[in-house]
């Protein structure tokens, strides 16, 4: 088997293992997140050498940057921010810069499905007035503000993001994969 199908698959066997994990119990364990992330710095080394280890670290750093910014807001968790930048070492710094706004985009897709679910079902209390009132401050004053989701409100809820982690990984490695 060939390098870089192995950095594929283990790629895709962190992602789903990650996913099955954080659904079961709403965290990603740090051992899994380091594990993954030796093994994409060795394959990464096996496979190109200097130029891998390089492209693992700054594969990591991107990965840890672009979720950083929805940890330090409250969108996400940390184990999301550690686990992208696990990702990261397996597909380098463009890989994991494509991933994760697949993943971003496929999340905001899901968050948009549990709002739309509490407008049409009416099983809990709708998001969309404050969604409104944050929107008419920003329009107002031009100055963002973040309210948080009421008690019993559909957006409350925990949502698994590496979910989202594993589908946007898996759909940008199967669209990198039809390049190659």
């Known amino acids: 088997m060939n390098q870089y199908v192995s950095i594929i698959l283990l790629s895709l066997l962190l992602v789903w293992c990650a996913a099955a994990w954080d659904i079961r119990t709403h965290r990603i364990p740090n051992l899994l997140v380091l594990a993954g992330a030796a093994v994409g710095f060795l394959l990464q080394g096996w496979a190109a050498g200097i130029g891998g280890v390089l492209a693992a670290i700054y594969g990591l750093l991107v990965g840890l940057a672009i979720l950083l910014p929805g940890y330090l807001m409250g969108f996400t968790g940390a184990g999301d921010v550690k686990f992208m930048a696990a990702i990261g070492t397996f597909l ?35 998001p969309w007035g404050r969604y409104g009132l944050m929107f008419r401050t920003l329009v107002i004053t031009g100055r963002p503000l973040y309210i948080p989701p009421e008690e019993g409100e559909v957006m409350s809820r925990k949502f698994p993001f590496a979910i989202s982690i594993a589908l946007g990984t898996t759909a940008w490695i199967t669209w990198q994969w039809q390049l190659a």
């Open 92 to 126: 380098g710094p463009m890989g994991v810069f494509h991933a994760a706004i697949v993943s971003v985009f496929i999340g905001g897709i899901i968050a948009l499905g549990f709002a739309l679910s509490a407008f049409v079902f009416r099983h809990s209390i709708s």
